[in-house]
């Protein structure tokens, strides 16, 4: 069993801090997505990184990917209340094409951002 | 707006009654999958259809039967659930079985089993 641990399992900030989520494995992947999960809704799809190393930015949001693509972080600039919510990192993994896109999920962490 | 569509929103059901959770995308996307997602937890596979054949259940009880009609619709038939059943159901697609490319949610269907 492919395992991904997510931290924290909560957090409870406010308006204006900075905060970072982290996913590690001791498994090798080949993709990790982080996806946000607002209350009524699914998951939508953040961020896919791909290559060990890599950084990607999304406005006040930025994903890293280890170079062993082992580990994957959110770093979260100036939080808002409208980032509130369920964030979820998921690794994909290829099996000999066989896994039919079988991703992992972490445990999840909520966000609260107050105002 | 999510492109995949989960009707209905919420179903509240007795332990005996037969109902349906319905799924539909028309994105083209190859591969439907099921989750069931407790309150704050991750979604926990349950089936995989991949170009209209069902390719993976993970253990699921056979009181919840697959179906996918055609590529753009996928049901999930209910029969006989425990209170423990209750959750919310997502439907998710995904353009083919590329491990990389993203699944797409809907929002799901808030079940309750009484």
């Known amino acids: 069993t492919q395992l991904l641990e997510q931290s924290p399992q909560f957090l409870s900030i406010q308006e204006g801090e900075n905060l970072t989520v982290y996913c590690n494995s001791s498994s090798v992947f080949s993709s990790l997505q982080w996806y946000r999960q607002e209350p009524g809704e699914g998951p939508v799809l953040l961020v896919t990184?791909?290559?060990?190393?890599e950084v990607k930015k999304l406005k006040r949001l930025t994903f890293q990917f280890g170079d062993a693509r082992k580990d994957s972080s959110l770093h979260i600039t100036a939080a808002q209340p409208g980032d509130t919510g369920l964030y979820l990192c998921a690794g994909a993994k290829n099996a000999g094409g066989t896994s039919y896109g079988k991703l992992t999920f972490g445990q999840g962490t909520i966000l609260t951002v107050h105002p | 707006d999510t492109e995949v569509t989960q009707t209905p929103k919420h179903l509240v059901m007795g332990m005996t009654n037969k109902k349906s959770l319905k799924c539909e995308q028309h994105m083209g996307h190859r591969a439907m999958y099921w989750y069931k997602q407790k309150a704050k937890k991750p979604p926990e596979l349950m089936f995989v259809y991949s170009y209209e054949k069902l390719s993976i259940n993970e253990s699921v009880p056979s009181r919840f039967s697959p179906e996918c009609p055609n590529s753009s619709l996928l049901n999930l038939h209910l029969h006989a659930l425990q209170p423990e059943d209750s959750a919310l159901y997502l439907c998710?697609?995904?353009?083919?079985?590329?491990?990389?490319?993203?699944?797409?949610f809907g929002n799901g269907t808030r079940l309750t089993v009484t």
């Open positions: 990184v791909v290559t060990g190393g």
């Open positions: 998710a697609s995904r353009r083919n079985r590329d491990h990389n490319s993203p699944l797409h």
